[in-house]
């Protein structure tokens, strides 16, 4: 089955204790990305992946890192965790030529 | 200003009803429109996607959009309870596969 599956689903945890969320995709697909969800604002691109070892910032970059090692694989990782980046975060992946697949979400409570 | 502007809603029509959702943006720019569908606790699930200008029907949806006034439409016959969820539109440049710009979203809710 095609999917994008994220790690964990649920996460609470306090300010400044290092994170991170995982996200894999079984389809093959060369781009991947990250995004917050926070009610008023709808969804907000965090990063980016175009290919392997090639990333770029969204609109809201500050505060999280990612890498892109394997293809399958795109981490968000939050060093240092802040109150507001409580939110809901969704990993997505498409190819060139079809839209984007997004996985379940994983929701952040930061204390 | 928001680059898509979309309203929240909630929106709350009968069973069988026509609904109409609505998206304006302001970058002349964007040459793909797309509708997706997320339902409480879920992820966003692409529904509908158009290229430039035009019509796509797909069963009980249908998408329009309109450049010239920056305006895209989903419509959707026939509404069923199950219909009930947050509707997002989204767009992007042509050659940006990964970069997208979303619309609030408006909470959709069929009664019966």
């Known amino acids: 089955e095609a999917q994008v599956t994220q790690n964990p689903r649920y996460l609470i945890t306090v300010t400044g204790k290092k994170l991170t969320v995982t996200c894999s995709q079984n389809?093959?697909?060369?781009?991947m990305s990250w995004y917050r969800q926070d009610p008023g604002l709808g969804l907000r691109q965090i990063y980016y992946s175009m290919n392997v070892e090639v990333t770029d910032k969204g609109d809201v970059p500050e505060g999280y890192k990612v890498s892109r090692k394997e293809k399958r694989n795109f981490p968000l990782i939050l060093e240092s965790p802040s109150p507001n980046q409580t939110s809901l975060y969704f990993c997505a992946s498409s190819s060139e030529y079809n839209e984007q697949f997004f996985g379940p979400g994983t929701r952040l409570t930061v204390l | 200003q928001k680059e898509v502007e979309q309203d929240p809603g909630p929106l709350s029509v009968p069973e069988g009803a026509i609904v109409s959702l609505n998206c304006t943006y302001s970058n002349s720019a964007f040459q793909y429109f797309m509708w997706y569908r997320q339902y409480s606790r879920k992820g966003p699930e692409l529904l509908m996607y158009t290229y430039s200008s035009g019509n796509k029907e797909d069963g009980r949806f249908t998408a329009q959009v309109d450049k010239s006034s920056k305006y895209i439409s989903l419509f959707i016959r026939d509404s069923q309870p199950s219909d009930s969820a947050t509707y997002l539109c989204?767009?992007?440049?042509?050659?940006?596969?990964?970069?997208?710009?979303f619309g609030t979203g408006t909470r959709l809710q069929v009664t019966l």
């Open positions: 389809m093959n697909h060369e781009y």
């Open positions: 989204a767009m992007r440049y042509t050659g940006t596969a990964s970069k997208l710009t």
